[in-house]
């Protein structure tokens, strides 16, 4: 017996062990070369392998956000000419994007977008305009068009890259309840204050820079009081404390050493996520990342240099922080670097990924677990109840579990009735088969405690209350298939029967019953 139980405990730890290291990789790229604009690469961060999984077609998909959950995803277009827009994406039930819809910007240049998760409101900030425009979003997360629009004024002291505005970045400060525009043609960071549907404040206050700065990016620590800014044309970095009145700065530091020319080309700016240390990228005149260790006030200390390959305009921590990703933009790789967890320095892996300009790196997690999944489908499973005579839903003999025939329960109570053919349509009986799953599922769930115990949906018969005409019985049950594949991956691909029948208890549209195996 305590064998048995070991072997379970052992089965269920290596399992969660398994899925903790799952994600994937989201990259955002330029797209001369015609390459899609968006790649996904499954990646274990045990030891930060990586493999293609799939793509998407987005024209210079140079920035990408993601919602919370990671259920959805908005990526610009920087393009001119009336073709630049935001594109809205949703997790579909195979665990990949689906386009939703895409809307204009208002302005050209869309370099850089954000999601306000309470408000379900994206923020775009167009270079080329020098303006920042706020969408609105349905339910799903499609795009409304752009509700307001703000176009920045201002130039500063280099020609050529501060006659005119250029909105680089957007930043929602910690408390969700502010937002920085850093604007490197003007030398200001642009304060807005965010209203509770997500808009913005028609009144901002825009804060200034040093003369020839250049701000790009701005992050937060992880106190949520300081503020570090990656000014991209003298290539330094701004520390601020935030407060009432704005950002005070209390230091600022060099990224870009270099002496070739004056006008510098500094990129981009992270925080590990232990919070110990912060990098930045120089391009063009270094092809470098600097490296500082935060100190206890939040001011920066120099750890020095690393190189790295060709135009490093973007990179990205991994969650774990064991791994430091740089997109090379010319020469169409991205470096992989693992990081010392004691002194936050890094050693190329010499794993490179091949991709064409990439510019932008995300991280989401795979949803792996059977639970996981099904927070990512939306679907949430019933309460468990009793039958309603003298029978069991579920009964177990060793390894083999048996579960009786489950009704298309609604979720809001009572059952899909009528025959299918006749009262129901094609897609109207799949849903039913859908909702027999759920019914299925809930009852496992409710039994087993964790899904994870699933080891293989053997066998499924699943009976559809059909007219006498109909013979689209298999159709009708792909909705519970597709569901089992969902949910559970390669273990939910089973043997089955679709069987039409005259009649079925209560006029229940679909029952189903199941055989599946255990760890």
Same mark, same amino acid.
């Given at each position: 017996?305590?064998?048995?139980? %070991?072997?379970?405990?052992?089965?269920?730890?290596?399992?969660?062990?398994s899925?903790?290291?799952?994600?994937?990789?989201?990259?955002?790229?330029?797209?001369?070369?015609k390459?899609p604009?968006?790649?996904?690469?499954?990646?274990?961060?045990?030891?930060?392998?990586?493999?293609?999984?799939?793509?998407?077609?987005? $024209?210079n998909?140079?920035?990408?956000?993601?919602? !919370?959950?990671?259920?959805?995803?908005?990526?610009?277009?920087?393009?001119?000419?009336?073709?630049s827009?935001?594109?809205? *994406?949703? +997790?579909?039930?195979?665990?990949? *994007?689906t386009?939703?819809?895409?809307?204009?910007?208002?302005?050209?240049?869309?370099c850089?977008?954000?999601?306000?998760?309470a408000?379900?409101?994206? *923020?775009?900030?167009?270079?080329?305009?020098?303006?920042?425009?706020?969408?609105?979003t349905?339910?799903?997360?499609?795009l409304?068009?752009?509700?307001?629009?703000f176009? *920045?004024? #201002?130039s500063?002291?280099?020609a050529?890259r501060?006659?005119t505005?250029?909105?680089?970045?957007?930043?929602?400060?910690?408390?969700q309840?502010?937002?920085?525009?850093?604007?490197?043609?003007?030398d200001?960071?642009? =304060?807005?204050p965010?209203?509770?549907d997500?808009?913005?404040?028609?009144?901002?206050?825009?804060?200034?820079?040093?003369?020839?700065n250049?701000? +790009?990016?701005? @992050?937060?620590?992880?106190n949520?009081?300081?503020?570090?800014?990656?000014?991209e044309?003298?290539?330094?970095?701004?520390? %601020?404390?935030l407060?009432?009145?704005?950002?005070?700065?209390?230091?600022?530091?060099?990224s870009d050493?270099?002496?070739?020319?004056?006008?510098k080309?500094?990129?981009?700016?992270?925080?590990?996520?232990?919070?110990?240390?912060?990098?930045?990228s120089?391009?063009?005149t270094?092809?470098?990342l600097?490296?500082f !260790?935060?100190?206890?006030?939040?001011?920066?200390?120099s750890?020095?240099?690393?190189?790295?390959?060709?135009m490093?305009?973007n990179?990205?921590?991994? $969650?774990?922080g064991k =791994?430091?990703f740089?997109?090379?933009?010319?020469?169409?790789?991205?470096?992989?670097?693992?990081?010392n967890?004691?002194?936050?320095l890094?050693?190329?892996s010499?794993?490179?990924?091949?991709?064409?300009?990439?510019?932008?790196?995300?991280?989401?997690?795979?949803?792996?677990?059977?639970?996981?999944?099904?927070?990512?489908?939306?679907?949430?499973?019933l309460? $468990?109840?009793?039958?309603?005579a003298?029978?069991v839903?579920?009964?177990?003999?060793?390894?083999?579990?048996?579960?009786?025939?489950?009704?298309?329960e609604?979720?809001?109570?009572g059952?899909?009735?009528g025959?299918?053919?006749? &009262?129901l349509?094609?897609?109207?009986?799949?849903a039913?088969?859908?909702?027999a799953?759920?019914?299925?599922?809930s009852?496992? &769930? #409710?039994?087993?405690?964790?899904?994870r115990?699933?080891?293989r @949906?053997?066998k499924?018969? #699943?009976?559809v209350?059909?007219?006498?005409?109909?013979?689209?019985?298999?159709q009708?049950?792909?909705?519970f298939s597709?569901?089992?594949?969902?949910v559970?991956?390669?273990?939910?691909?089973?043997?089955?029967?679709a069987?039409?029948?005259?009649v079925?208890?209560?006029?229940?549209a679909?029952?189903?019953?199941?055989?599946v195996?255990?760890?």
């Open positions: 017996m305590l064998s048995s139980i %070991f072997l379970l405990v052992s089965t269920l730890f290596t399992l969660a062990s899925d903790s290291t799952q994600y994937q990789l989201i990259v955002g790229s330029y797209t001369k070369a390459n604009g968006i790649e996904v690469f499954d990646l274990d961060l045990a030891t930060a392998k990586s493999k293609p999984n799939y793509h998407r077609e987005n $024209p998909a140079s920035y990408q956000a993601l919602s !919370a959950d990671g259920n959805l995803l908005y990526s610009v277009s920087e393009e001119g000419g009336g073709k827009a935001i594109s809205a *994406y949703a +997790r579909n039930a195979n665990g990949t *994007y386009k939703l819809n895409s809307s204009p910007t208002v302005g050209d240049g869309p850089f977008v954000k999601y306000h998760e408000s379900k409101t994206v *923020y775009v900030a167009n270079y080329g305009s020098g303006s920042l425009n706020v969408f609105k349905e339910e799903n997360g499609r409304l068009p752009a509700s307001q629009s176009f *920045y004024k #201002g500063s002291v280099v050529g501060q006659d505005p250029h909105a680089h970045m957007v930043a929602i400060a910690p408390d309840k502010s937002l920085y525009v850093p604007d490197l043609g003007s200001k960071i642009h =304060w807005h965010i209203l509770a997500g808009t913005l404040a028609e009144n901002y206050q825009s804060i200034s820079v040093s003369p020839g250049g701000p +790009r990016h701005m @992050i937060f620590h992880p949520g009081n300081l503020a570090y800014v990656i000014n044309l003298n290539g330094t970095v701004d520390v %601020f404390k407060s009432s009145q704005g950002l005070d700065k209390i230091q600022n530091i060099v050493t270099s002496s070739k020319v004056a006008v080309a500094s990129a981009d700016i992270h925080i590990s996520p232990n919070g110990k240390w912060l990098i930045s120089n391009r063009i270094s092809d470098n600097a490296l !260790a935060i100190q206890a006030d939040g001011t920066l200390k750890m020095g240099y690393q190189a790295v390959a060709k490093p305009r990179f990205s921590y991994d $969650p774990s =791994w430091l740089v997109a090379s933009q010319t020469e169409n790789r991205i470096q992989v670097f693992s990081v967890q004691q002194t936050g890094l050693t190329d010499k794993q490179d990924i091949a991709v064409a300009a990439p510019v932008c790196l995300l991280f989401i997690k795979k949803p792996n677990s059977p639970e996981e999944r099904l927070q990512a489908l939306g679907i949430t499973l309460k $468990p109840s009793t039958p309603l003298n029978y839903k579920f009964t177990r003999a060793g390894n083999i579990a048996y579960l009786s025939g489950h009704l298309p609604k979720p809001e109570g059952f899909v009735l025959k299918v053919g006749n &009262k349509s094609v897609e109207e009986g799949q039913a088969a859908k909702l799953g759920i019914a299925l599922i009852t496992l &769930k #409710g039994q087993l405690g964790d899904l115990r699933i080891k @949906i053997l499924v018969t #699943g009976f209350n059909s007219d006498p005409s109909f013979t689209q019985q298999p009708v049950m792909n909705g597709d569901l089992m594949v969902a559970f991956g390669d273990k939910g691909k089973h043997a089955r029967s069987i039409g029948v005259n079925l208890p209560n006029n229940a679909v029952e189903i019953e199941m055989i195996e255990l760890y």
